[in-house]
């Protein structure tokens, strides 16, 4: 131990060492001072008149004095606060944040004894209000044509400008194939089939690109593509739990789903969308439609503690709609923005009093087995507490948290409550609940009848005597259950229709009570006739057995039980008070409507924060990278992007288009920008210099000189699979599946079960989105994918479908015409022509491996592998075939989009 600790020493010495001429301001000091310090010395706070954000400032010290002294370390308060052992008087103070490690000090004290240099032309942060996401977007001017006869796109024109000023021009348009390949799976996330591609290149005149478009957006398929990019945003998931127990989400929540699949059909306005999610219960009350979008809120459900439940609340509705980090602030004040703790609890407050629950759909008693999972207020008078430092167990009763969002993006937030329609709070009195509660009630005495006539054809023995008085009974309980239903049934109506009337709804009332209290009696007289039965029914005892005399014990027992409940219940007939169960479970009748004011505030045009997010959203799956770096975080931290006058002028055109999502792609795809080829043609001169060139400008294309090549995402990777063979299930909607059945099912991947450790295998390899939180897909690249894909079942069968479905439906790609072949399949599977080298080496491996087949006895049989159902070609040449478009499907070109 001793021998490790001298060791360890001896490597901090001579790192501590190694920092005396490598100790830089910017890359080492500022840092530091921004993870440690500027959360109370900096734009927000100023402790002790104290700013740590800019070198001048540091410099300048505090309300007290210098706070270092350059060159000397020894002699500056700043390094005796960071190194202080008193946890009082210790900087940053124990509490807010960790103390520096040894190397952290000893950067600070390198720093300030060779001189404490600083920049010459450093910005200091300025006013946090005036941070650029913070301000109201506005339409820049945008910049005029070179050929004012041709109308420009505003990204174009906002683009152009910025590489003209960088020296930087497109390496131009992509081919046709590729264009249309990408349009595809940008707005349908499916390849186009060979007709569409045959036919798309030889139109003549060739059809106008925004007609392509618009006939992509107008295709059902594209609810599903772009669903699943919200869906992540969203954080969609399935139910999950342990065996049939709920632990999160929500059984059913596929209706959201769906809704969201549809809600991008019909070009649902943003932010309407947004209202739905957050308070469709407060708008639109009865409609069973936008009662699914609320499964935004039904999705964060957690049942083991209501805070975690509110705090993914709190933090993924201010990440996915306002870009903003508010989660940050649920212990002490954010670091880094102007939100106080106070604010996040006062932003929770809005939620306090939400459930939720889960309402009959028509056609199922039983909502286990369907439902529609939504949010409703459950509880007004709720109060929210601040929890000191974040600790559930020590909240802070004296301090009264008023319900409202943080105040800089604006106050226009008003609540109102939200008077509710019966059929919300009371939803067991909606008319189809009540026609199938009386039909369900009317099928159950028309079994008891039937059984009630059979019974009484075999009275021939005391059994069956005792047996057909049970099913008297139970004829006679079905009889009273219909009774008890329709007299509770009519005196729940009285009390909703006249409130005021006493006399009525006490007779009302008394006929219930008394309905239900014979329906008790006769219920306790069938438990005494069972209890008899089941008595009568036991061996006899001969010889004596110790079970059969338990058995006889406890079933007496019973009997005994059964019967002193039938006496109560008769004793209970002579009462005539008003009591009987409730028709059903009642909701409060009003909504406190702080939801929907938030709704309200998140879709205002005044709020600076929500159209940017949205917008950035939508660039960054048609370009693989946003004009915001961070997606769920506009705050001080993110700087203004290169891009920032294109990013506002599509968030001020959002909303001035009816917040139209249609709208923005439409801008966007048929833009020279979207348009752009990924690479230059290796055999162009001129455009393999104009990239040379921009690559040693830009060599990251922030300037978007190119188009970014990105390989697909998960679910369309196994979409694609079955598209290209033509078997992939066009049905959209409903349940979900089980991700266990994602190498067999023909359904879309969005409709395969998606929850925590619930989600296919090769979907997840394929970084498919983690259900907790996904703003941003990450792209990885490991062995373990080319694995998943060439051991896919679905991979396999549908690439022996394709080959013979090339021979059998096209005459030029029989076996005499392996060229014709080779071309059908790579316009089929990867959306382009094969290159007169992958014709060549095809042909090879074709000849190749019909020869190899051809011996078949000298081949040996897989072990293990993909399971196919369906099997290999018994002829070589079409087995070699098979192989080919198997190969084809695991290319490169397959999962990726140029």
């Known amino acids: 131990m001793k021998a490790w600790l001298i060791l360890w020493l001896i490597g901090s010495i001579v790192a501590v060492d190694a920092l005396a001429d490598d100790v830089d301001y910017q890359r080492d000091i500022k840092p530091l001072l921004a993870e440690k310090c500027v959360a109370c010395h900096g734009s927000l706070k100023q402790e002790a008149g104290l700013r740590l954000d800019a070198g001048t400032l540091i410099v300048t010290g505090s309300a007290s004095g210098h706070v270092l002294e350059p060159g000397k370390a020894s002699a500056s308060l700043l390094m005796d606060r960071v190194v202080d052992t008193d946890p009082d008087q210790r900087m940053p103070p124990h509490g807010v944040g960790e103390a520096l490690d040894p190397r952290q000090i000893e950067l600070l004290r390198t720093w300030i004894n060779q001189g404490a240099v600083i920049p010459e032309h450093e910005k200091v942060p300025g006013d946090p209000l005036d941070h650029w996401a913070y301000q109201i977007p506005r339409k820049a001017l945008i910049p005029a044509s070179e050929d004012s006869q041709l109308p420009v796109n505003p990204i174009d024109a906002l683009i152009r400008s910025k590489q003209q000023s960088m020296g930087l021009e497109s390496i131009g348009p992509a081919d046709r194939h590729t264009l249309l390949r990408r349009v595809y799976f940008d707005v349908l996330g499916l390849p186009p089939s060979r007709k569409q591609i045959d036919d798309f290149l030889q139109d003549f005149p060739p059809k106008a690109w925004d007609e392509v478009v618009d006939e992509l957006l107008d295709n059902p398929h594209y609810g599903e593509r772009w669903g ?134 028509p056609g199922q ?38 319900p409202k969002p943080p105040g800089i993006l604006g106050d226009h937030f008003e609540v109102h409550a939200v008077p509710l329609p019966v059929e919300s709070y009371f939803p067991a009195m909606r008319d189809f609940v009540v026609s199938e509660q009386r039909a369900n009630l009317r099928n159950q005495l028309e079994e008891a009848e039937r059984q009630l006539k059979e019974s009484a054809a075999s009275l021939d023995h005391s059994f069956v005597a005792l047996d057909y008085a049970v099913t008297t009974l139970r004829y006679a309980v079905a009889l009273l259950r219909v009774d008890s239903f329709e007299a509770r049934l009519s005196a729940e109506k009285a009390k909703l229709d006249q409130p005021d009337d006493e006399p009525l709804n006490r007779l009302r009332a008394t006929s219930a009570a008394m309905s239900e209290r014979k329906l008790n009696t006769k219920l306790a007289e069938l438990a005494v006739a069972q209890k008899e039965l089941a008595l009568q ?54 909504s406190t409507g702080r939801r929907l004011a938030l709704a309200r505030w998140i879709g205002n045009k005044k709020n600076p924060l929500t159209a940017r997010v949205a ?52 801008l966007i795809l048929t833009s020279q920008t979207w348009q752009q080829a990924s690479s230059s043609p290796s055999d162009d001169v ?16 922030r300037f978007l000189w190119r188009m970014n090549a990105r390989r697909l995402d998960a679910e369309i990777i196994r979409d694609n699979m079955l598209a290209v063979s033509g078997r992939l299930d066009s049905m959209t909607g409903g349940p979900e599946i089980d991700f266990a059945d994602g190498e067999k099912s023909l359904r ?44 896919s079942s679905i991979c396999l069968d549908n690439a022996r479908l394709i080959a013979r479905q090339l021979r059998r439906q096209d005459s030029n790609c029989s076996k005499n015409e392996p060229v014709e072949f080779l071309n059908a399949a790579f316009l089929q599977i990867i959306g382009r022509p094969a290159e007169p080298s992958e014709i060549e080496a095809s042909l090879d491996f074709l000849v190749r491996q019909t020869q190899l087949l051809s011996n078949s006895k000298e081949l040996d049989a897989f072990s293990n592998g993909a399971v196919a159902t369906v099997e290999a070609s018994e002829d070589p040449e079409t087995r070699a075939s098979e192989n080919l478009v198997h190969v084809l499907m695991n290319h490169n070109d397959f999962v990726t989009v140029r």
């Open 228 to 361: 699943r990019h919200w869906m992540d945003v969203w954080r969609y998931s399935d139910w999950d739990g342990y065996k049939q127990e709920l632990r999160g989400s929500q059984r059913h929540i596929w209706r959201w789903r769906d809704w969201i699949i549809n809600s991008m059909n019909c070009d649902k306005p943003y932010d309407q969308m947004i209202l739905e999610m957050l308070a469709a219960d407060e708008i639109a009350p009865t409609d069973p439609e936008a009662l699914a979008a609320t499964g935004f809120l039904a999705r964060n459900y957690h049942a083991s503690n209501r805070n975690i439940w509110l705090d993914a609340t709190v933090e993924h509705t201010a990440k996915a709609f306002l870009g903003m980090t508010i989660n940050c602030a649920r212990c002490h004040d954010h670091k880094y923005d102007p939100i106080s703790q106070q604010a996040y609890y006062e932003f929770r407050a809005i939620f306090e009093p939400h459930q939720v629950r889960t309402d009959r759909v």
């Open 365 to 402: 008693l039983d909502v286990n087995i369907d439902g529609l999972p939504r949010a409703f207020d459950a509880d007004l008078s709720a109060k929210t507490f601040l929890f000191e430092g974040g600790n559930e167990k020590i909240p802070c009763k004296d301090l009264v948290i008023t």
């Open 537 to 590: 029914q036991l061996p006899p005892e001969d010889p004596p057995d110790a079970k059969r005399t338990a058995a006889i014990e406890k079933a007496s027992k019973e009997l005994a039980k059964a019967k002193e409940d039938l006496g109560i219940a008769r004793t209970a007939l002579t009462n005539d008070n008003v009591k009987y169960t409730p028709f059903d479970k009642q909701f409060p009748s009003t």
């Open 615 to 666: 917008v950035n959203q939508i660039w960054m799956r048609h370009f693989g990278e946003p004009l915001v770096e961070n997606v769920f975080d506009f705050g001080l931290r993110s700087p203004q992007p290169e891009h920032a006058e294109l990013l506002d002028w599509l968030a001020v055109e959002l909303m001035e288009k009816n917040w139209s999502l249609k709208h923005v792609h439409r």
């Open 686 to 701: 001129v455009s393999q210099g104009v990239a040379d060139n921009n690559r040693t400008i830009d060599p990251d294309n």
């Open 748 to 791: 879309r991947s969005i409709y395969l079960r998606h929850a925590y450790e619930k989600q296919m295998r090769m979907l997840v390899l394929f970084d498919a989105a983690n259900p907790n939180e996904c703003y941003r897909r990450s792209e990885s690249v490991i062995p373990q994918q080319a694995l998943a894909m060439v051991n």
